[in-house]
């Protein structure tokens, strides 16, 4: 059951004396949020919404690849643990949001809030060059800002800056520009007579428009790791 609208309120905008930056709202940026919980983190997440690439780079067919009892916090437990073993991905988001509501969490996160950069501000030494624990110094905090992280929020492209002693990176491994192999001059997509598209460009269409897609096609999958199955799937699917 969603929580009420009011427990899910989030943060619209950043305090003077913030302490402590989280870039990105999916299953990692929301555990660190958890554990930094007393230093009132702000989790910058572009998007309008938690999950990650649960959320914005799925197929219809996308599941969960690990067994649900596997894939859990260890303090929060899907409230489902009998359901189907590998969970569809709006059942992940669903879980997300779930922790999110256990522990309090919406309060941090600031929706709509790209980061375009991150400075170091810390002084001497080498820019981003940490010998000791954290910040430097040995100690997590230092009390004094050493990091300077650029936003831009909705339409606009004015950048605010803010500063922080603490920037937890939780942007993930898969990110949100397509990254398509080079060809040699005349040897590329230029000269395919048909649709070139990357798989997150694919995701971003309704169900419909992925059946329209593929009906009545050839397709070629390039690579064969989870997306690859997942669209291969798919294409099977809308040509039976």
């Known amino acids: ?89 709006a059942e992940v988001v669903e879980y997300l949001e779930g922790y999110a509501d256990r522990f309090g969490l919406w309060r941090y996160v600031m929706l709509g809030a790209k980061v375009v950069g991150v400075n170091y501000v810390g002084g001497s030494g080498a820019a981003g060059c940490i010998d000791e624990l954290w910040s430097g110094g040995g100690r997590p905090l230092r009390g004094t800002p050493m990091w300077e992280v650029g936003i831009t929020t909705g339409d ?5 800056w803010h500063k922080f002693e603490f920037v937890v990176m939780c942007t993930g491994k898969y990110g949100d520009v397509p990254r398509m192999p080079e ?11 048909g649709k070139v598209m990357h798989s997150l460009d694919y995701c971003k269409l309704s169900e419909q428009e ?26 099977a699917e809308a040509n039976q």
Do not use: N
């Not at 007393?38 to 999950?51: I, K, L, N, R, Y």
């Not at 329209?212 to 064969?224: H, P, S």
């Open 183 to 193: 060809f040699p001059a005349g040897m590329g997509p230029e000269v395919f007579r």
């Open 156 to 160: 606009s492209d004015t950048v605010q």
């Open 1 to 89: 059951m969603a929580a009420p609208q009011q427990a899910r309120r989030t943060r619209t905008a950043v305090a003077p004396l913030s302490r402590v930056a989280i870039i990105g709202g999916g299953i990692s940026g929301l555990a660190a949020a958890k554990q930094l919980a007393e230093h009132d983190p702000v989790v910058f997440e572009a998007t309008q919404s938690v999950g990650g690439v649960w959320r914005h780079c799925v197929y219809r067919s996308t599941r969960l690849q690990t067994p649900r009892r596997s894939f859990q916090f260890s303090d929060y437990a899907w409230r489902d643990a009998g359901g189907p073993v590998l969970p569809t991905h």
């Open 210 to 235: 992925t059946v329209e897609l593929m009906r009545g096609k050839k397709v070629i999958v390039v690579g064969y790791r989870k997306s690859a199955i997942d669209l291969a799937l798919e294409c």
